[in-house]
């Protein structure tokens, strides 16, 4: 029987609410790029972890040369992927889908990020609203 006994925003969390519900056996459906935290939390208290690839990120680069009010990055990935074809946009304020994707987009060089409280489409979209003030001519 496949079911769902936890949710949480982020892996650590996962992995505490996955350890609390007394689960001896996860299938954790990912990517060959991604963060560890998760399985070793599970690991280390003897979870058993049926990892499936399921996709495989790739990098489509784009050059972008216009004006743009605010950056909008899901991972850390996207960030990476950005930068390279595109440098000049180091002051433009950055929205980050959480904590790591914002960090790392910090130590790439962006001066404005800001992170989401919660990785959820909602949240980027409501710290958009509530950050952003666009000016339109006309």
Same mark, same amino acid.
């Given at each position: !029987?496949? &079911?769902?006994?936890? @949710?949480?925003?982020?892996?650590? #969390? ?6 609390? @519900?007394?689960?001896? &056996? +996860? *299938? ?12 070793? $939390? ?6 058993? %972890?049926? +990892?499936?690839?399921?996709?495989? !990120?790739? $990098?489509?680069? *784009?050059?972008?040369? #216009?004006?743009?009010?605010?950056? +909008?990055?899901?991972?850390? @990935? #996207? *960030?990476?992927?950005?930068? %390279? ?8 304020? *950055? ?7 914002? &960090?790392? $987009? !910090?130590?790439?060089?962006? !001066?404005?990020?800001? $992170? ?6 909602? @949240?980027?979209? &409501? ?6 003030? %666009?000016?339109?001519?006309?």
């Amino acid at each position: !029987k496949v &079911e769902v006994i936890a @949710s949480a925003n982020h892996a650590s #969390q996962l992995a505490k609410e996955i350890i609390k @519900s007394d689960c001896k &056996e +996860v *299938v954790y459906c990912t990517t060959s790029e991604r963060r560890s935290e998760l399985e070793k $939390a599970l690991s280390k208290r003897g979870i058993k %972890i049926n +990892v499936h690839l399921v996709y495989n !990120k790739e $990098a489509v680069p *784009v050059t972008l040369s #216009q004006h743009f009010d605010g950056l +909008v990055f899901y991972s850390p @990935s #996207q *960030v990476e992927t950005f930068l %390279i074809h595109n440098k000049n946009y180091f002051d433009v304020p *950055v929205f980050c889908i959480g904590n790591t994707t914002n &960090e790392f $987009a !910090k130590s790439k060089g962006f !001066k404005n990020c800001i $992170a989401t409280e919660f990785p959820s489409t909602e @949240s980027i979209l &409501e710290l958009i609203n509530n950050r952003l003030v %666009i000016t339109h001519n006309g």
